[in-house]
């Protein structure tokens, strides 16, 4: 079973994407680490997102791969520098070039056969696994998405405004849902979840059960029973 959870900046996808495949034993993939990482990998090799040629390069010796604590780049786990607002804002600016978008749209594919996935992005309902048994469209008012961001980012030991974050935020929001390519949209049939005023817990407890009753339907079918 493949679940897509896709939404806008600070919608929760990652908490609870990996709350969820903890609790249903699922392999959680985090499509929005490839593209931090890609971006600060090109911009510490000086490399301009918009030069094609270079950027092919540096793709054809770029290799994804999972482990029990996430993506592996290269060989390496992800460390904390993907996190940063700068690599934030450098990854919805890489994501934009259809060059881009192909190459890692072909790893996650791969990535998303390794069993029962939950992967979770931007464009993972519409194009990554547009067959996934279940799409979620998690999203939050950008006030409260940005209350979040700036909690998150205390906690980490990262001061910053509510005004910063909500306009890091709102670019960010119009970046990604009006490029040309793979657009950040719900998919037709996703279930859309406002999650303003939800806690994390009872979020995970909707997709999970959500989760449930689509595996005891296609379980049904399977042995023919609807
Ligand atoms: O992955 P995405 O950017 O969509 O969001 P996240 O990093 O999972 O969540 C951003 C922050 O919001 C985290 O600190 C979560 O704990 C928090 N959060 C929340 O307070 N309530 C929710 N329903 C979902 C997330
Ligand atoms: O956690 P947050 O929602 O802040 O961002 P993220 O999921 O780590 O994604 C970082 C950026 O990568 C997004 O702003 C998108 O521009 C891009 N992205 C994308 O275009 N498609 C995906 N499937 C995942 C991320």
């Known amino acids: ?3 897509a959870i896709d939404g806008p900046a600070a919608s929760g996808k990652s908490t609870v994407a990996r709350l969820v495949a903890e609790k249903l034993d699922f392999v959680y993939i985090d499509t929005g680490a490839m593209y931090r990482a890609l971006a600060l990998k090109a911009k510490k090799a ?4 918009s030069n094609a040629d270079e950027m092919a390069e540096l793709m054809s010796h770029t290799y994804f791969s999972l482990s029990d604590s996430g993506i592996i780049l ?10 940063t607002r700068e690599v934030s804002l450098l990854s919805s600016d890489i994501a934009k070039y259809s060059y881009v978008r192909d190459f890692l749209t072909e790893q996650q594919r791969t990535l998303s056969k390794q069993g029962n996935v939950v992967m979770e992005g931007r464009d993972i309902g519409t194009v990554v696994i547009p067959e996934a048994e279940l799409k979620i469209f998690l999203t939050a008012s950008a006030g409260e998405r940005a209350r979040r961001r700036v909690k998150q980012l205390k906690s980490s030991g990262v001061e ?3 005004d910063e974050i909500l306009a890091e935020i709102e670019r960010r929001d119009l970046n990604d849902s009006t490029r040309s390519v793979a657009p950040l949209k719900a998919a037709s049939d996703a279930i859309i979840l406002d999650t ?11 997709i999970v059960s ?17």
């Open 1 to 3: 079973m493949r679940i």
């Open 46 to 49: 000086g490399i301009s997102f």
């Open 74 to 83: 290269d060989g390496s786990p992800l460390g904390d520098e993907i996190r």
């Open 160 to 162: 910053a405004t509510y």
């Open 196 to 206: 303003t005023g939800m806690s994390i817990e009872e979020v995970v407890s909707r």
């Open 210 to 226: 959500l989760a449930e009753k689509r595996q005891r339907v296609h379980l049904a079918r399977s042995v023919g029973f609807c």
